[in-house]
Antibody, heavy 122, light 113 residues
Framework: EVQLVQSGAEMKKPGESLKISCKAS????????IGWVRQMPGKGLEWMGI????????KYSPSFQGQVTISADRSITTAYLQWSSLKASDSAMYYC???????????????WGQGALVTVSS | DIVMTQSPDSLAVSLGERATINCKSS????????????LAWYQQKPGQPPRLLIY???NRESGVPDRFSGSGSGTDFTLTISSLQAEDVAVYYC?????????FGQGTKVEIK
């Protein structure tokens, strides 16, 4: 069974750093892209970026480029999203999700983590 | 960035009636190489992550009830719920994955009339 299990809720102060995780299991980690999606309170879904554990290829939305870093540790099949200096406006729910793949063609995000709520407040 | 525009923003439908949601992309998401539209539909219920319903515009994800169907090509797409059930109350999003950055529509809230 494919599972993506995210780390827990975080409460941080502005200026602090943070790294949240997404532990993948039930499939070959290096064969699928993993994306990150932000959802601010009461708002829609925003695509942040995507990472391919097979070769560490990474693509960012211009809206998030330079604001976050996406990475992964293949040895423990875990993807990460990190900030070096949080802002109050980073307060949101963050989801990791696996991009499906059929015959080499990608499609939608077929498995999602449960979400990690990040709250940034002084 | 490719802009995905959904309509309407919300709709109320009687139980058992049809619900139709439209999604328009600012550029075509049809890949000429494999003739696939890189357009997906998701359902999100309160307090839950999104759930993939439809991919490649018209392919139903495994386990999704057949009352959900997707159609369209190029820039214009539709998600149809043929007979609305109480458990279909949710926000629905379209998403394109042809271009980077990938982008979502703003969401359509479906309620019971």
């Amino acid at each position: 069974e494919v599972q993506l299990v995210q780390s827990g809720a975080e409460m941080k102060k502005p200026g602090e750093s943070l790294k949240i995780s997404c532990k993948a299991s039930g499939y070959k980690f290096t064969d699928y892209w993993i994306g990150w999606v932000r959802q601010m309170p009461g708002k829609g879904l925003e695509w942040m970026g995507i990472f391919y554990p097979g070769d560490s290829d990474t693509k960012y939305s211009p809206s998030f480029q330079g604001q976050v870093t996406i990475s992964a540790d293949r040895s423990i099949t875990t993807a990460y999203l990190q900030w070096s200096s949080l802002k109050a406006s980073d307060s949101a729910m963050y989801y990791c999700a696996r991009q499906g793949n059929s015959d080499g063609y990608s499609y939608g995000y077929d498995h999602w983590g449960q979400g990690a709520l990040v709250t940034v407040s002084s | 960035d490719i802009v995905m525009t959904q309509s309407p923003d919300s709709l109320a439908v009687s139980l058992g009636e049809r619900a139709t949601i439209n999604c328009k992309s600012s550029q075509s998401v049809l890949h000429s190489f494999n003739n696939k539209n890189y357009l997906a539909w998701y359902q999100q219920k309160p307090g839950q992550p999104p759930r993939l319903l439809i991919y490649w515009a018209s392919n139903r994800e495994s386990g999704v009830p057949d009352r959900f169907s997707g159609s369209g090509s190029g820039t214009d797409f539709t998600l149809t719920i043929s007979s609305l059930q109480a458990e279909d109350v949710a926000v629905y999003y379209c998403q394109q994955s042809y271009y980077t950055p990938q982008t979502f529509g703003q969401g359509t809230k479906v309620e019971i009339k």
